[in-house]
């Protein structure tokens, strides 16, 4: 029997590190990428449990990889690179910065927003299930 893969979100929030062309890439790649979290120095994956609400700019994806045990909180999964339990994150290094990264299947894009297209384009697509 297969493993249901659990659905996650990342809302657009404008930040540098959320634009337009980033999720591009990201959605290209299917991947999402972390960064060195604010609450400690770990490279680290971040979304939100659930489908991507209605109305909410961002990316919806599954993956098989494991949220570091006992890291996510109620309404947020955490993936830290290179810690015990955890699957799947990757470290690279890119433009002088680490970031890691989970692989994934995207299920949903939602870039209607103009404050999150930063000179792109508006932007909506759903995977076929």
């Known amino acids: 029997m297969a493993k249901?893969?659990?659905i996650y979100n990342r809302q657009a929030t404008?930040?540098?590190?959320?634009?337009l062309q980033t999720m591009v890439r990201q959605v290209h790649n299917s991947q999402?990428?972390?960064?060195?979290t604010l609450n400690n120095?770990?490279?680290?994956?971040k979304a939100k449990h659930g489908k991507l609400p209605d109305g909410v700019d961002g990316v919806e994806f599954e993956t098989d990889a494991v949220p570091t045990?006992?890291?996510?909180?109620?309404?947020?999964?955490?993936?830290?690179?290179?810690?015990?339990?955890?699957?799947g994150v990757t470290v690279a290094h890119e433009n002088g910065e680490d970031y890691c990264f989970?692989?994934?299947t995207i299920r949903k894009v939602v870039y209607?927003?103009?404050k999150h297209w930063k000179g792109g384009v508006n932007l909506?697509?759903?995977?076929e299930n």
Not at 14 to 19: I, K, L, S
Not at 32 to 36: E, F, L, P, Q, V
């Open 102 to 104: 989970i692989e994934v």
């Open 41 to 45: 120095a770990i490279l680290a994956v």
């Open 32 to 36: 999402m990428w972390g960064r060195i």
């Open 112 to 114: 209607a927003e103009p």
């Open 4 to 6: 249901t893969k659990l």
């Open 14 to 19: 404008g930040n540098d590190n959320q634009t």
């Open 69 to 87: 045990p006992g890291c996510s909180t109620k309404s947020e999964a955490f993936w830290y690179a290179n810690q015990p339990g955890t699957t």
């Open 124 to 127: 909506t697509f759903k995977t």
